[in-house]
Each structure stands twice: as structure tokens, then as C-alpha cells.
T-cell receptor, first 110, second 114 residues
Framework: SQQGEEDPQALSIQEGENATMNCSYK?????LQWYRQNSGRGLVHLIL?????REKHSGRLRVTLDTSKKSSSLLITASRAADTASYFC??????????FGKGTHLIIQP | EAGVAQSPRYKIIEKRQSVAFWCNPI?????LYWYQQILGQGPKLLIQ????????DSQLPKDRFSAERLKGVDSTLKIQPAKLEDSAVYLC????????????FGEGSWLTVV
């Protein structure tokens, strides 16, 4: 079963704007990770946030985690055409690998 | 550093035929996963290995799917006989034993069952 659920399912914005994606999950977690997947390619790890962290930055990426609401958000600032991809959140709740959501398909229009 | 290698990249087979996918993880990575990703969905874990032992195969359809990692390095995933609903990308991923926060994925093997 898929624990994480991303919202929205699809997002289209203009280049230069900020993109925000949300993820909700159901059970307690050790950490939450965000991945990017370009069309026809494998998954690329973007950022990990641990359950005791509330916010983390990496370049143009900002991730927040609210364990009380079991939710996370991924913000991409100053979007670029190359950011067009699907973005997945994945939760690490046990030693049994990651559980992925269905993803948000992001389109950056030039 | 070489990434996770998978082959073949693309495969088209008829239903009821068999297919095998191969994965070579990053050198030294003790943990290896196979995920199934159906178009429009997120990846779903099929099986997890630690060295040559199975940690979790609870979501592997064992009547038709099998996987092995005999020497604790590369792994094969087999489907026999294939069904139409097996059309998906099969992703292999690996990480160091204690570094579950850094998981590397291969490019995937795309299977179409017709």
C-alpha cells in the first residue's frame, strides 16, 4: 500500500515562479524523502528530512515536516524548465524500504 | 562512482511468456531493492535483500515473480508467466547497510506485456 499521498497530482506554473507540493502520510516515520523522476528515467534522491527536523534546505529546495499533521511540503523556488518532472515523497517507517506516494507531475512553462 | 546498472532497459513480451531483469548495485551496497512502478503511480516495493538474504518479500506475487541475489551482489527478477497487468517499470535500488538515507536507483527496466 502507498503511505504517502502527494497533492496536487499535477501542477503547471511559469518559469521563475515557485512550486509547492504537499505530501501526507499515515503512520509514524523515521524520515521522509523527496525524489524527482524525469520522464523515462529512474528516481533521483533530492532531500531527506528526519522525524525530529522541521525544515531543511538544499539549494532551491525547501522541505518542511509537520509530524503532528503527518505532512510534508516541498518548495522549489525560482523554477526552471529543467525542473519539469514528477516528484515523489517517500516515507521510511521501518527497515522494510521506502513507501512512495503517487507523485506530483510538475510542468514548468517557459 | 558507477551507479546502479539495470538491463535490459526495454522489453516487450506476449502474455504468458517469461522475462528476467538484471541489476548490479553500487559496489559495496549490502541492501538491494526491487520496485514495480506502474505508469502514473509511485514505485511499490516488491522485495528487499540484505546481502544474499531476503528481508521483505511480502508484496511479491510469488506465484509468478521470483528474485534472487545468490552471491550478495547482483540480482535477477523473473516473471513467469507474465500477465498484462505486469506492464510497468522495474526499478532496482541499493544502499550501504547503515546508510538507508542515501538510496540510489537504477534507470529501470521497462516491460510491456501484450
Amino acid at each position: 500500500s502507498q503511505q504517502g499521498e502527494e497533492d496536487p497530482q499535477a501542477l503547471s506554473i511559469q518559469e521563475g515562479e515557485n512550486a509547492t507540493m504537499n505530501c501526507s502520510y499515515k503512520t509514524s516515520i523515521n524520515n521522509l524523502q523527496w525524489y524527482r523522476q524525469n520522464s523515462g528515467r529512474g528516481l533521483v534522491h533530492l532531500i531527506l528530512i528526519r522525524s525530529n527536523e522541521r525544515e531543511k534546505h538544499s539549494g532551491r529546495l525547501r522541505v518542511t515536516l509537520d509530524t503532528s499533521k503527518k505532512s510534508s511540503s516541498l518548495l522549489i523556488t525560482a523554477s526552471r524548465a529543467a525542473d519539469t518532472a514528477s516528484y515523489f515523497c517517500a516515507t521510511d517507517a521501518s527497515a522494510d524500504g521506502l513507501t512512495f506516494g503517487k507523485g506530483t507531475h510538475l510542468i514548468i512553462q517557459p | 562512482e558507477a551507479g546502479v546498472a539495470q538491463s535490459p532497459r526495454y522489453k516487450i513480451i506476449e502474455k504468458r511468456q517469461s522475462v528476467a531483469f538484471w541489476c548490479n548495485p553500487i559496489s559495496g551496497h549490502a541492501t538491494l531493492y526491487w520496485y514495480q512502478q506502474i505508469l502514473g503511480q509511485g514505485p511499490k516495493l516488491l522485495i528487499q535483500f540484505q546481502n544474499n538474504g531476503v528481508v521483505d518479500d511480502s508484496q511479491l506475487p510469488k506465484d509468478r515473480f521470483s528474485a534472487e541475489r545468490l552471491k550478495g551482489v547482483d540480482s535477477t527478477l523473473k516473471i513467469q508467466p507474465a500477465k498484462l497487468e505486469d506492464s510497468a517499470v522495474y526499478l532496482c535500488a541499493s544502499h550501504e547497510l547503515v546508510r538507508v538515507d542515501t538510496i540510489y536507483f537504477g534507470e529501470g527496466s521497462w516491460l510491456t506485456v501484450v
